[in-house]
């Protein structure tokens, strides 16, 4: 159940009451109007009809400069709702605008960002030179590197590129960074024995691959369901940071030999989760609201998924020539 304030013309009033009534909301309110000749409107509307009210909303008032349209959460609602209408929500879609907000923040560049990486990266290079698992989990817990993939599949199925080019400027820096810095570890932190941590994170098969695909599908899910507390349980299956992190690590080591399989499985973990991501998002049916913008989109969709599909057969092939199909 969300609350969509509205603060419109009055001469738009009736025909936002007409979207209310088509779209059957669970309650509508006039406010009172001010000198400008603005009012406010009020409209309860169940999850599952969100989306389509605030695409009628949008239609409506999208050419006015001073319309606005906030989407704020209900928590509770007394009395509550009927059995029937509490399974409808359980069931509900995110809304498309709700999504892009929640992934954008995630996939923004700044000082946040870099400054998680670079903590993340260290916990992550000391819990595998110690072999402490639960430190290891730690880092795959703050999970930076996430959000600029899953931000990437969202903008590709909404065709926005603007979001596409900064969440992949994100993963880029973000890479880089986490590469970087465990090199610099590697070579002041020497080891004489290797951790089984760190060799595990060596070697890459198609369980790898498997796990990759179906964690991916798990996040993309979770965003559109609204079901966030499952991403944590994503971040641990398909963390991208501590194969970047082995990656600088071995590298500092001078072991070119283990580089190539951090690299592969470092590779295989990003295409699998941004494959998944857009799978999802397409069956969910997230799209951008004109017409000519959804069928741009999905064009632009099939051929991203084409190319991570190509991509992945590519790593497999490489996995393959390393011996490394065994489940």
């Known amino acids: 159940m969300k609350l969509i304030e509205i603060i419109a013309e009055k001469s738009n009033v009736e025909t936002i009451s007409a979207v209310a009534t088509q779209q059957n909301v669970l309650d509508f309110r006039l406010g ?23 695409d009628g909303l ?5 050419t006015h400069p001073k319309a606005r349209i906030l989407v704020i959460p209900v928590d509770v609602a007394l009395p509550k709702p009927p059995e029937a209408e509490r399974k409808m929500e359980d069931a509900a879609v ?4 709700v999504l892009y907000s929640s992934v954008q923040k995630n996939a923004r560049l700044d000082w946040n960002f870099v400054l998680l990486v670079i903590l993340s990266t260290i916990v992550a290079a000391i819990g595998m030179i110690e072999n402490n698992v639960a430190v290891i989990i730690g880092a795959m817990v703050i999970a930076p590197l996430l959000g600029p993939n899953l931000a ?14 900064s969440s992949f400027l994100s993963l880029v820096v973000g890479i880089f960074l986490a ?11 020497p080891t004489e024995e290797l951790s089984t941590e760190l060799l595990g994170r060596t070697d890459v098969g198609l369980d790898s691959a498997a796990l990759a695909l179906v964690s991916g599908a798990a996040a993309a899910l979770s965003l559109t369901t609204g079901l966030s507390s499952v991403l944590v349980g994503v971040m ?8 970047a992190a082995t990656l600088g690590l071995v590298l500092g080591y001078e072991r070119m030999d283990l580089a190539a399989g951090a690299g592969l ?16 998002f397409l069956f969910r049916g997230i799209a951008p609201l004109t017409w000519k913008a959804k069928q741009n989109a999905r064009r632009s969709m099939f051929a991203y998924i084409l190319v991570w599909v190509v991509t992945l057969m590519l790593l497999v092939f490489a996995i393959y020539l390393r011996g490394g199909l065994g489940f």
């Open 179 to 189: 590469v970087s810095l465990s090199v610099g570890i590697g070579m002041l932190w």
């Open 94 to 97: 995110a809304s498309r605008e």
């Open 152 to 165: 990437f599949g969202l903008g590709t199925a909404l065709g926005d590129v603007e979001l596409m080019r």
């Open 236 to 243: 641990v299956a398909v963390a991208l940071l501590p194969p």
């Open 58 to 62: 949008q239609t409506v008032l999208g």
């Open 265 to 280: 499985l470092l590779a295989v973990n990003i295409v699998c989760v941004n494959l998944a991501c857009k799978l999802v």
């Open 32 to 54: 009172v109007e001010d000198e400008e000749g603005l009012q406010s409107v009020r409209i309860i509307s169940s999850d599952d009809r969100l989306q389509s009210t605030l």
